[in-house]
C-alpha cells in the first residue's frame, strides 16, 4: 500500500495577535508548527503501516522554511517527504492550494499507485474544511469527510470501513480504494518520535518539488491568479468590560431570592413577561379544572 498525508505549516494560533491599526495578523516572532489535525492523519497512516507495512509520504505546499515540518512527520515514522514550493503559489486560496495538492499526488501516483490520501479535518489558520474535499473531487477518489475511526482495512479487496462523526450519531460508511480520508480529532493519540527516528529525519533528504515537478502547466489555476477569495479584514474580538457580580445571602434561598430581584432590576421588561406568562399558565390550569369540580 501506498499512503499520502498531506500537511500543513501553520503559525501557532495561542500565539497570533492582530495589529491594532491594520487589522492584520502578526506572524513575526510567532512559533511555526504542524497543523494539529494534520497529525491525526499522519497517526492513523503510521497505524496502517505498523499493521500492514505500507509505505507513506507526506507532502506540504508552501515556503522552503515549511521543510521544518515535514521533517518532524519523517521523525514519526513516515517514509518520504515532499516539499512543494514555488512562488508562484504565494497568496493561494483553497481552491488553488488543492489543485496544486492534486497535481502533485496526480505525479506522485504515477510514480507508485496511491491507495489512501489523509488530511487533516481542517488547518487552525483557516478553518475552511475545503482542501480535502477539492483533492477528492480533482482526483476523482472516494471522498470520507470527519472520520473519526477505520473499522477494517481490506488491501486485497480494496474496500474499508470507517466510522464517520455526524450530527446526531456516528455513521459506519463502507468504500473502495483509493480514497480521501479527513481525519477528526480524538481518534488517535500522536505517538512520539524516539532517537533513531529523529537522527532519520535529521539525515533524510526532502524532495523539492517547484510547478514543473508538481506536473502544474496552467499557471491560472495557482496563486493569487488562480485564487478567488479575497479576505477584506481580520479582526480580533473586542474584549467586554462587563465585570462579574457576587450575590450575597446568607441562605441559598436568600441568594436565589436576591439574584431574581437583581435580575429585574437590570431587565424590567422579563419581570412583566414572566408575570404575563405565569397568569397565562394559570388561566390555563383552572379551565382544565373546572370540569372535575363539576363532575364532582
Given at each position: 500500500?501506498?499512503?499520502?498525508?498531506?500537511?500543513?505549516?501553520?503559525?501557532?494560533?495561542?500565539?497570533?495577535?492582530?495589529?491594532?491599526?491594520?487589522?492584520?495578523?502578526?506572524?513575526?516572532?510567532?512559533?511555526?508548527?504542524?497543523?494539529?489535525?494534520?497529525?491525526?492523519?499522519?497517526?492513523?497512516?503510521?497505524?496502517?503501516?505498523?499493521?500492514?507495512?505500507?509505505?507513506?509520504?507526506?507532502?506540504?505546499?508552501?515556503?522552503?522554511?515549511?521543510?521544518?515540518?515535514?521533517?518532524?512527520?519523517l521523525s514519526f515514522g513516515a517514509d518520504h517527504a515532499i516539499l512543494i514550493t514555488?512562488?508562484?503559489?504565494?497568496?493561494?486560496?483553497?481552491?488553488?492550494?488543492?489543485?496544486?495538492?492534486?497535481?502533485?499526488?496526480?505525479?506522485?501516483?504515477?510514480?507508485?499507485?496511491?491507495?489512501?490520501?489523509?488530511?487533516?479535518?481542517?488547518?487552525?489558520?483557516?478553518?475552511?474544511?475545503?482542501?480535502?474535499?477539492?483533492?477528492?473531487?480533482?482526483?476523482?477518489?472516494?471522498?470520507?469527510t470527519y472520520v473519526s475511526k477505520i473499522r477494517e482495512l481490506d488491501p486485497a479487496?480494496?474496500?474499508?470501513?470507517?466510522?464517520?462523526?455526524?450530527?446526531?450519531?456516528?455513521?459506519?460508511?463502507?468504500?473502495?480504494?483509493?480514497?480521501?480520508?479527513?481525519?477528526?480529532?480524538?481518534?488517535?493519540?500522536?505517538?512520539?518520535?524516539?532517537?533513531?527516528?529523529?537522527?532519520?529525519?535529521?539525515?533524510?533528504?526532502?524532495?523539492?518539488?517547484?510547478?514543473?515537478?508538481?506536473?502544474?502547466?496552467?499557471?491560472?489555476?495557482?496563486?493569487?491568479?488562480?485564487?478567488?477569495?479575497?479576505?477584506?479584514?481580520?479582526?480580533?474580538?473586542?474584549?467586554?468590560?462587563?465585570?462579574?457580580?457576587?450575590?450575597?445571602?446568607?441562605?441559598?434561598?436568600?441568594?436565589?431570592?436576591?439574584?431574581?430581584?437583581?435580575?429585574?432590576?437590570?431587565?424590567?421588561?422579563?419581570?412583566?413577561?414572566?408575570?404575563?406568562h405565569l397568569d397565562q399558565l394559570a388561566g390555563q390550569d383552572s379551565g382544565l379544572?373546572?370540569?372535575?369540580?363539576?363532575?364532582?
Amino acid at each position: 500500500m501506498h499512503i499520502a498525508v498531506c500537511i500543513k505549516q501553520v503559525p501557532d494560533s495561542a500565539q497570533i495577535r492582530v495589529h491594532p491599526v491594520t487589522n492584520t495578523i502578526m506572524r513575526q516572532g510567532v512559533p511555526a508548527i504542524v497543523n494539529p489535525f494534520d497529525l491525526f492523519a499522519l497517526e492513523e497512516a503510521l497505524r496502517i503501516k505498523d499493521a500492514t507495512g505500507a509505505t507513506v509520504t507526506v507532502l506540504t505546499m508552501g515556503p522552503p522554511p515549511a521543510e521544518e515540518a515535514l521533517r518532524k512527520c519523517l521523525s514519526f515514522g513516515a517514509d518520504h517527504a515532499i516539499l512543494i514550493t514555488d512562488k508562484v503559489f504565494s497568496g493561494a486560496d483553497t481552491l488553488a492550494t488543492s489543485f496544486v495538492l492534486a497535481s502533485a499526488l496526480r505525479t506522485l501516483n504515477e510514480r507508485q499507485p496511491l491507495d489512501l490520501i489523509f488530511t487533516g479535518k481542517q488547518t487552525i489558520d483557516g478553518d475552511t474544511a475545503q482542501v480535502g474535499p477539492g483533492i477528492a473531487i480533482r482526483l476523482g477518489y472516494q471522498l470520507l469527510t470527519y472520520v473519526s475511526k477505520i473499522r477494517e482495512l481490506d488491501p486485497a479487496a480494496r474496500r474499508l470501513v470507517v466510522e464517520r462523526r455526524a450530527e446526531g450519531g456516528v455513521q459506519v460508511l463502507q468504500s473502495a480504494l483509493p480514497a480521501v480520508i479527513t481525519m477528526l480529532e480524538g481518534g488517535n493519540e500522536m505517538r512520539f518520535a524516539d532517537m533513531p527516528g529523529m537522527f532519520r529525519a535529521a539525515r533524510q533528504e526532502v524532495e523539492i518539488w517547484n510547478r514543473d515537478g508538481a506536473g502544474i502547466t496552467d499557471l491560472t489555476q495557482v496563486g493569487l491568479k488562480g485564487s478567488p477569495t479575497a479576505v477584506a479584514q481580520v479582526f480580533g474580538p473586542k474584549p467586554k468590560a462587563v465585570k462579574a457580580q457576587r450575590i450575597e445571602g446568607a441562605t441559598p434561598a436568600e441568594m436565589a431570592e436576591a439574584f431574581v430581584d437583581k435580575l429585574f432590576a437590570d431587565f424590567p421588561q422579563l419581570e412583566g413577561e414572566l408575570l404575563a406568562h405565569l397568569d397565562q399558565l394559570a388561566g390555563q390550569d383552572s379551565g382544565l379544572a373546572a370540569p372535575q369540580g363539576e363532575s364532582a
